[in-house]
């Protein structure tokens, strides 16, 4: 059985706790506006291949990167009008941007390709950790390839009482029930839906439309 340090999300201490150890290249357990995620510093390679082998994630898949502002974000990514003025349509909240990254980051973060997934999350925890690193985080779902995500405190404690394990969990209790968020290619003109998710594709095509021409759609 892992040991795991645990934290509540309440704790006075929280944010310094979590950036302490990222910033030592470790991997937290996170809530988030969507599910429970696994995080660490997106620049940290090695951090970077630990997540991975917590989450047995296979090295094809990239893992998306969470920033907490629009200075951070094209500090990370280029990212051109209308396509900017659609995501902050939805941004803070359940969308995940696949756009050409501006940065290096660790090669298996991004699968061998030349973009990079991007959100800015509608969660307060994860918002102030970011802006207290200064950096993007790599954040995935909070289990193993192959498990469900989840949204409850003790089913992901329980997904890594085996093997390797995070170093620290925040603890914010039971989240509500959500969606994974949409993700969507902003690489092509229109961007395109890859995965259905928090917001409907409905409702990103009512915005989406007002900035490309309707038969695009």
């Keep these: ?23 030592a290249g470790g991997v937290v357990v996170v809530p988030t506006d969507t599910v429970y995620g696994l995080a660490c ?24 990167i969470f920033v907490h502002d629009r200075m951070l974000l094209d500090q990370v990514v280029l ?32 699968a061998g390709t030349p973009t990079v997934g991007v959100r800015i ?18 954040v995935t779902s909070a289990n193993k390839s192959g498990h469900g995500e989840s949204t409850h405190i003790v089913r992901v404690v329980n997904e890594f009482h085996e093997g390797a394990g995070p170093d620290l969990i925040i603890d914010a209790g039971d989240l509500a029930e959500n969606k994974p968020s949409i993700v969507v290619d902003c690489t092509k003109t229109p961007p ?26």
């Design 41 to 64: 510093d997106a620049f940290n390679a090695s951090a970077v291949e630990k997540l991975f082998l917590i989450k047995k994630r296979d090295r094809g898949k990239a893992i998306p």
């Design 121 to 138: 999350p509608n969660n307060s925890f994860i918002l102030g950790l970011i802006g207290r690193m200064g950096r993007p985080l790599a």
């Design 79 to 110: 990212l051109d009008e209308p396509v900017a003025t659609i995501l902050f349509n939805f941004w803070p909240g359940a969308l995940t941007a696949v756009i050409l990254a501006r940065s290096i980051f660790p090669e298996a973060l991004q």
């Design 192 to 217: 395109v839906i890859l995965r259905e998710g928090g917001i409907s594709k409905s409702d990103f095509f009512a915005v989406a439309s007002q900035y490309f021409k309707p038969n695009n759609y």
């Design 1 to 23: 059985m892992n040991f795991m340090e645990r934290i509540s999300e309440d704790d006075p201490g929280v944010l310094k706790r979590a950036a302490e150890v990222l910033s």
